[in-house]
């Protein structure tokens, strides 16, 4: 079946304004994780799901950000009040099971742009 | 803090030579380790993963790496890489003492030339 979908693929946003990311994971996966890639900064976790629980957001960089997942399934990632710190490439992954015990299958990103 | 280190940011090396990327975790008790690779312009991929059994794992197109316990290390091998191993290498670990979150290195930026 089809991969790790997440949308959308770029945004651009002006500082201040709220944006939404979202992300299928493939079917049947339990777990999805939210990470943020930055130039020169690696991948940085955000959050991790297991079902619709978020066990783990010790990753949230501020309270701008939230994360919610329905279903079980899709995810959407929530930045409030933009600022240009937030540029990046956001990372989605889901995987069987518990999460850290199975490898993870990515998206390909949304690459944001705060100007 | 709880950590995972990739010693080198940037790579560049000849066709044929040998690559060893490092990668140190400072997490106690049970791990699970993997090595992930980011083409350009593709998304991250598995190459291989270590649970448990023997240290020394082979993934796809030969690479292959070490879980040594008593340093905490999990370096990765090839014995001669190809132009079409240029890519972004990252370290990933899970701890079982930190949850089931998988905490990557910085990554390392491989680049062989023809």
């Known amino acids: 079946g089809a991969g790790v979908s997440q949308s959308p693929s770029n945004k651009v946003t002006e500082k201040g304004k709220d944006v939404e990311l979202r992300c299928d994971p493939i079917s049947g996966h339990t777990a999805l994780y939210w990470y943020r890639q930055s130039l020169g900064q690696g991948l940085e976790f955000l959050i991790y799901f297991q079902g619709n629980s978020a066990p783990d957001k010790s990753g949230l960089p501020s309270d701008r950000f939230s994360a919610e997942r329905t279903g079980g399934s899709v995810s959407t990632l929530t930045i409030q009040r933009t600022q240009q710190e937030d540029s990046a490439v956001y990372l989605c992954a889901s995987s069987w099971g518990q999460g850290g015990d199975s490898p993870l299958h990515f998206g390909n990103g949304t690459r944001l742009t705060v100007t | 803090a709880q950590s995972v280190s990739q010693h080198n940011h940037h790579v560049i090396l000849s066709e044929a030579a040998s690559l060893e990327l490092g990668c140190n975790y400072s997490y106690g008790g049970t791990v699970n380790l993997f090595w992930y690779v980011q083409y350009p312009g593709q998304h991250l991929q598995l190459l291989l993963k270590?649970?448990?059994?023997?240290?020394l794992v082979k993934g796809i197109k030969g690479f292959e790496a070490e879980f040594i316990k008593s340093k905490f290390s999990f370096n990765l091998r090839k014995p001669s890489v190809q132009w079409s191993d240029t890519a972004e290498y990252f370290c990933a670990v899970n701890a079982r003492a930190a949850g089931n979150k998988l905490t990557f290195g910085g990554g390392t930026r491989v680049l062989v030339k023809p």
């Open positions: 270590y649970f448990s059994g023997d240290p």
